[in-house]
Every structure is written in structure tokens, then in C-alpha cells.
DNA sequence: GCCAACGTTGGC
DNA sequence: GCCAACGTTGGC
């Protein structure tokens, strides 16, 4: 099983709006970058853990546990003129973007950004890569175990 | 608001 | 196919 980090700012959804959706399974979309659609599209599986990161926000961090839950589709903001999503070049015959159903293990404490950046077994993690902008990126089983642990399981 | 870093676009 | 210009991301 993989594991991925989604980031995702809380104007737009938060771990709270994931709680309160219905069946607590939020549609992930808005994607608009091919590697991290590749991702969706080839690498991610239903059951996939996810760590649900708040991003572009006062406290950014790790806020809850999720997991994939199939639903692999196109995202119709793509072809909504009034989203800020909108794609005037991608059509219906042929969708660029994709959207996948995430769904809610927990909300956690905060990890935050800054204690991540502190501890030396997180190092690795793509999201802390100078100039990393990506916003899925791969967790590897090893810094999985360790960001639970740190959530104190 | 600033700005470093990066991805995308488009002219050639 | 190159690469400069531009737009976006995202922490601070």
C-alpha cells in the first residue's frame, strides 16, 4: 500500500470540511499539474493512506489521516468557465484533469510545518524538498510510521 | 507583500 | 527543440 501527502489550503478545504462532508469523503479537486495528476491517474489505489496537509495558511502542517477511495474522474471545474479551475483547452472528449475521492481517517493534532522541518526522520519527505511546489507528492512506509508516531498513533 | 523556485507557454 | 518571459506556489 502507498502513501501519499496531499496538500490542500483550508480557505478552499480544510480537514474540517472533510469531517463534515457527506459520507466524509471529499472529491479532490483542482489539480492543474501532470505530475501530480500522473499520480492520481497510474500510482494512487483505493485504500492509500494520505496525510491531508493545510497549506498557504497561518499554520501549515499535517492536520488529519485519509485515504483514497476510488472515484477516478474527470474534475468538472475544468470545464466550468466561472471556476477558477477552468481549462478553456481541455474538452469533454478528451479531459486533462482528473479528480479522486478522499476520505477521512481522522483529524489529528497539527503537525506543523515547522516541527516537521525540526525532526531529523522527516528529513526525506518530498514536501520539505527546497522548491518543492508539487502538490502530491509520495510518502514513503518509513516516513509514514514516523509522522504517526509523532502524531502519537 | 515579498520573493525564491519552479512549471508552462510560445516565439523562433 | 531551445529558452526567455511569464504566472504560480507557498513559506515567511
Same mark, same amino acid.
Given at each position: 500500500m502507498a502513501h501519499w501527502l496531499m496538500k @490542500? =489550503? $483550508?480557505? =478552499?478545504? @480544510?480537514?474540517?470540511?472533510?469531517?463534515?462532508?457527506?459520507h466524509q469523503t471529499l472529491p479532490w479537486t483542482g489539480v492543474r499539474n501532470y505530475q501530480a495528476r500522473n499520480f492520481m491517474r497510474d500510482a494512487? #489505489? $483505493? %485504500?492509500? %493512506?494520505?496525510?491531508?496537509?493545510? @497549506?498557504?495558511?497561518? =499554520?501549515?502542517?499535517?492536520? %488529519?489521516? *485519509? #485515504?483514497? *477511495?476510488?472515484?477516478? *474522474? $474527470?474534475d468538472p471545474t475544468q470545464f466550468d468557465p466561472a471556476s477558477p479551475y477552468f481549462d478553456p483547452k481541455s474538452t469533454r472528449e478528451a479531459p486533462r484533469w482528473l479528480q479522486i475521492d478522499v476520505a477521512l481517517e481522522r483529524k489529528t493534532r497539527l503537525l506543523t510545518l515547522a516541527e516537521m522541518r525540526d525532526a531529523p526522520e522527516l528529513a526525506t519527505m518530498r514536501v520539505l524538498q527546497r522548491g518543492n511546489r508539487l502538490s502530491i507528492t509520495p510518502v514513503s512506509d518509513d516516513e509514514w510510521r514516523a509522522v504517526l508516531r509523532r502524531l502519537g498513533r
Open positions: @490542500s =489550503e $483550508p480557505d =478552499e478545504a @480544510s480537514i474540517d470540511d472533510l469531517v463534515a462532508a457527506p494512487m #489505489r $483505493p %485504500g492509500d %493512506g494520505v496525510l491531508f496537509y493545510h @497549506s498557504s495558511c497561518a =499554520e501549515p502542517g499535517i492536520a %488529519g489521516l *485519509a #485515504r483514497i *477511495a476510488g472515484g477516478l *474522474a $474527470p
